[in-house]
Structures are given as C-alpha cells and as structure tokens.
C-alpha cells in the first residue's frame, strides 16, 4: 500500500469517544467508507466521465453520511479531491493517477471489512460463574462466548439489470377513484421488481444453499426414521419444505435485522422521539430525534438497497424474503394486511397449498397466529405475486361472518371483479399451461378458505419481533401462552419424556432415546410456544456478538418462566430425572432455578405434577436486565442448553 496516505484512511476510523457509543461510531463509519468506496468504484470504472470525479456537497447522503465523519475531508485531499473557493463540490483531476485511487480503494475496503468482522476490536472477557443444585440440576460453567465466525459482509452496492422505478412501471388498467382498490394494483406492479434476472443472480450468490440443504436434509432423515419406526404418523415432507423452514430461520437470525429506529448518534438509544417523515429520491424517511440531534431510517422499498442495508421491519424483512424466496425458485408471493403488518406466502408442490411464513417472526405455518395471538381485528388480507394476487383473508381468520360485517372499504363484488382485472394484467405473457395451472391452484385455495378451524398452540401466542415498547404500540404484548407437557403414546410406551431447547434456532425438540439412537417426536417453535408461564421475558439476539439469550425485559426489577409437565392422567410419576440448565450472570445479578413437585409430594422423584421455574433479578444501572441471562449460546451453536430427561414408572 506505498504511495498513499495511511494515516489519513485510519483517521475516519471509530475512536474512543465520549460524545458517541462505540456502535454508533462504527455504524457511522462503515456507511461513509461504503459510501465513499462507491465514488471510488465509479471513478474507476469510467475515468473519463466528468460526472463521476465530482462530489457534490449538497447531496443528502453526501453531507450528512460521508462528511459528518471525522477525517473525511482529509481523507478526500489525499486521495486527490480539491474544492476551488465557493465550489459547492469535491473535484477529481485526471491528473490524478488511477493507480492512486485504485490503492485507496483496496485499502479502505481492506480496513472496512476488518470493522465489519470486528478483527481489530478487543473484547473484554464474560465473568462466568458456576452453580450446582441438589437433584442432579445441573448449572453448566459457560466459557466466554468466542465471536461467531461473520459469513460475507454485504456488498458495497448491487446493480440491477433494470432500475427500480422502471421495473415496477406498468401501465393502469384500474378505472376508479377508490385510493383502496387503486392499493391493489400498485402492491401489484411492486412485485414484479422480483423478477430482475441480474437480481436474482446475486440474490441465489448471498444464500448459503449448500448449508442449508444440509440442515434440510438432516431433519428429512430423522423425520424418515421415526416414520418408519412408526413412533410418527405424519406424512413424509417434502426437502424444499424442510429446506423453507431453514431459509426463513437463517434470514431472520443472521440475514436481516429489526429496526425500530436508528440510533442516536450521541446516546445509541433506539427509541427516540419521531420528529417528521419525508421523501428524499422517493424513499420515505423517518426523522427522529434525540439529545438534540436527529437520525434517519430509510424505508427502501428497491430489493437492490435492502440487500445491502438489510435493515427494517416487518415491510423490510417480507420485501426481501420474498424475493429470496424467489432466487430459490419458489412460488412465492408477498402479503399485506390492513391491520400494517406484511409477511410471505409460499407455495408448497407436495402439499398443494400456499404455506403462511412471516420472515420477522420467524415462524412458518400459523397463519391464525394475528387473529389469536396477536388479537388484531382482521378485515383485508391480500396476496401478490408475479403472476397472481388472491384475497387470502379467509386463511387468517376463523370467524369468516364477522369479518364479512366489518368489511366496508369496497364492495365485495367489486373487489372480485378487481383481482380478476389485475390476474389478466398480471398473466399477459403467460403461457397457455401456466394459466392453467394458476387457474386450479385458484380454485383449490378457495375451496381451502370455506373451512373455519381452531387455532393451534403456536397460533396463540402473542408478537415477538420488536422491541417492547414497539409491541406495546401496537397493543400485542402479553406476558402468558399456557402449554403443558403431558407424556404421549411413545413416551409412556417408552417410559420416558426428554426436552431440549436451543435459543440459537429458538427450537424446543422433544425425543426418545435408545441407547445411541435419538429420535426426535415433535418440535415447538419460538421459546414462548412451551413454556407454561413468564412474566418480563424476551429472547435477546445481539447481532453485533453473534449470540443470543432469554433476558427479563429491559426497565424490569425481575423476570420469570416456567415450564410444567402433568402424568397425573397416565398413572405414571417421575422415577428419575436429570436437568442441565445453563445460566449466566454478571455483576449483580441473580438468576434463581428450581424443580419443584406441585402435586403435594416432598420431591420430584415420585411427582406426577412438576414443574421447572426460573427467576432473573438483580443487575445494576441501565443495563441491569443484561445481566441475568438463560441459555445464552452464539446463533450457530448446534448445542442446547437447556435439556430435561425424565424417566418414568
């Protein structure tokens, strides 16, 4: 790297300031070196064209994501940019060798992607701590967590084959002044942005498919043996299934991140005040403020800024998810509701229907989960996709007449006639085959939404994304999902019941055990889909550290959950049991653990009711909630640190 000016490229890298949280000024620096390795790139890649050696500082981004960082200006005067007196503008002279711009280039790049990997940062060392209970519960010391290996760090920029707003320009074919109905042609036209073949080439290159299938197909062989041991009766799934269920996992684990605001840039608080919203070159933007100074969320909508942002909420997480989807070659089409929320569909060739997945919660199959768990009042559900859109609201919903009374923004025989208009717009290029296909799939998914059923366990639970606050907004926190672990045909057979949880993939899986051979009977997604109770709980996942951990809420003196398990029906009790149950601690901080007989018994052994109770308090100043953590492991442990087995009699 001779001939350069290294002290200038280390100049705008993060400090120790007291003005800005450490994360703050790394995320302030990973932007404008980002952003500025694009003017580089540019200048490269045309040298001749005088557009590109030109800076102008009126330029929103320019001003206030490249040169707000200390040592920009610097930096710039080194790689060549001169600014005459009362220029508005950085200029490049061709004088300047493209050699000398190329070296900066390689080295801003070379020092980026070592911030992004946090290679020079130095890490202080987690406290650990060990505690042994009687009853063979056991406290596992938990070493300090070494930082996840990163997979590739996100593009500096992604080019399309065709910008945004021409792929999304479709002439109208809706004749009304009804801004609802008008709604539905414009979700339309939005999807078709999928469809970039450049974009889904580089879209299938930032999945790691070959992992995935792996996974995928680990579970298909577990899946198979317990069918042919006949311990399950369920049928056979399909590996594109399985192989769904770890695409949306890894998305929303490792992939993209929830936002509610970005953070100031003095305190790093994320729940600041919003000031206004306003468009800056059509994208919407939330202004928020805080200690005085004001931060900007970019609500982009174009699938080429989301993939290198990978930044939002549930609009975000479902406009990107879905266009991965459809680099994998699903049929795959994206859903808004009108209570604001928005996720994905997915069509499954094995079992012939659309499957519900919501890329932000990270669940798959539980399309009844808004109307039960989250108690929002359903009206208007609608689906798009390159070639169709359906009024899906029947499949998030059970109550189908109640919901006919509710719904006024149209007529419902006009919203029919609408999709009709919008399917024949949508299908114009489509092959004779196709539109059949389209056609029975259609009328297979309306004879589908004449049937009401009851929700399922998963279905009742309440919102997990978002921060609290951001819950409590939209009134869908709550504190209990009851569920009980009572033993099935299997485990009395076999005279036994174990559990495990891994907070990684936020799984619960319950097993036989024989000898060597585990065999997995049934999973529970998310932490709160098992537990019996909790009061101020929440899974942390710090994105930054590559870990995860259940945590009492943040402003919270304690926090509680509690599993049960009931053989009272069975005529069976507890012969023997052993618990591994890993906790972390710090500073003050107490976590508190018991397995208790609640069936009047002086001890498990010999119980029939039982249950397993945690309490977290403690802790001092801010980030006291931090410091009681449940099963904390990095977000790619195949361990699970939390594991009851329990022999039976």
């Known amino acids: 790297m001779g001939d350069i000016n290294l002290e200038c490229v280390r100049l705008i890298e993060p400090k120790a300031r007291q003005s800005l949280t450490p994360i703050v000024l790394k995320d302030a620096y990973l932007e404008a070196v980002r952003i500025l390795l694009v003017l580089l790139e540019n200048v490269l890649s045309h040298p001749n064209n005088p557009k590109f050696r030109t800076i102008r500082l009126e330029n929103k981004a320019i001003k206030e ?39 900066y280039r390689d080295a801003l790049s070379e020092r980026r992607t070592a911030w992004l990997t946090d290679s020079l940062l130095e890490r202080k060392p987690f406290p650990t701590i060990k505690r042994s209970c009687p009853n063979r519960l056991i406290l596992k010391l938990i070493d300090p967590p070494a930082k996840a290996a990163s997979g590739p760090p996100p593009p500096l920029f992604i080019k399309p084959l065709v910008e945004y707003h021409q792929r999304i320009a479709f002439p109208r074919v809706l004749r009304t002044s009804n801004h609802f109905v008008q709604s539905l042609e414009l979700y ?30 680990g579970k298909l062989a577990v899946i198979r043996k317990s069918i042919q041991s006949g311990d399950s009766l369920e049928s056979e799934p399909c590996i594109r299934d399985l192989l769904l269920v770890e695409l949306v996992n890894w998305f929303n684990t490792q992939f993209f991140e929830w936002v509610n605001n970005m953070p100031c840039r003095v305190c790093g608080n994320e729940e600041c005040s919003l000031r206004r919203t306003q468009r800056e070159d059509d994208v919407q933007v939330e202004v928020t403020v805080c200690c005085g100074q004001e931060s900007k969320f970019y609500r982009y909508n174009d699938i080429s800024q989301l993939l290198v942002s990978r930044k939002g909420r549930c609009g975000e997480f479902a406009n990107c998810f879905t266009f991965l989807c459809r680099c994998l070659q699903y049929d795959a089409r994206i859903v808004h509701s009108y209570f604001d929320h928005v996720w994905t569909e997915v069509y499954s060739e094995t079992q012939k229907r659309w499957l519900h997945v919501d890329p932000s919660e990270n669940v798959v199959d539980s399309p009844l989960m808004y109307q039960h768990g989250w108690k929002r009042n359903i009206d208007y559900v609608l689906a798009y996709s390159r070639d169709d859109v359906q009024d899906v609201t029947w499949r998030y919903t059970n109550n189908h007449r109640q919901i006919l009374l509710i719904r006024r923004m149209c007529r419902e025989d006009e919203l029919v006639s609408t999709l009709r208009e919008i399917r024949i717009k949508r299908r114009l290029t489509s092959s004779i085959e196709r539109k059949l296909l389209l056609g029975q799939r259609n009328m297979c998914e309306v004879i589908e939404f004449t049937i009401e059923r009851a929700p399922t366990e998963n279905e009742l639970k309440g919102r997990s994304s978002g921060s609290l606050s951001w819950r409590q907004s939209r009134g869908e926190h709550t504190f209990n999902n009851i569920f009980v672990f009572v033993p099935n045909e299997t485990e009395l057979q076999k005279r036994q019941l174990n559990l495990r949880y891994s907070c990684a993939s936020d799984t619960y899986e319950r097993y036989i055990k024989d000898d060597s051979c585990l065999t997995v009977l049934d999973t529970y997604k998310t ?78 052994e010999n119980a029939s009711v039982f249950q397993i109770v945690a309490t977290l308090a403690g802790g001092r100043g801010d980030v006291a909630w931090q410091h009681t953590q449940l099963f904390r492991q990095k977000l790619n442990s195949l361990d699970f640190p939390f594991e009851l087995q329990v022999e039976l009699h």
């Open 188 to 217: 339309s036209d939005a999807v078709m942005q999928y469809e970039d073949p450049l974009l889904l080439r580089t879209g299938l290159t930032l999945i790691p498919v070959e992992e995935l299938t792996l996974k995928a197909s």
């Open 527 to 604: 932490w709160q889909s098992a537990q019996f109770s909790s009061k101020n709980i929440f899974r942390k996942v710090e994105r930054d550290w590559k870990i995860t951990y259940l945590a009492r809420l943040e402003d919270t003196d304690f926090g509680k959950i509690v599993w049960k398990f009931d053989f009272s029906k069975f005529n069976v009790r507890v012969k023997s049991f052993s618990l591994v149950f890993d906790t972390k601690t710090f500073g003050e901080g107490k976590v508190d653990v018991t397995i208790e007989a609640i069936d009047g018994n002086a001890s498990v």
């Open 65 to 103: 994501k490249l040169l707000s960082v200390h040592g920009c200006e610097k930096l710039l005067v080194a790689i060549g940019f001169t600014q005459a007196s009362g220029s508005a503008a950085y200029t490049l002279s061709s004088k300047v060798p493209l050699e000398q711009v190329q070296k």
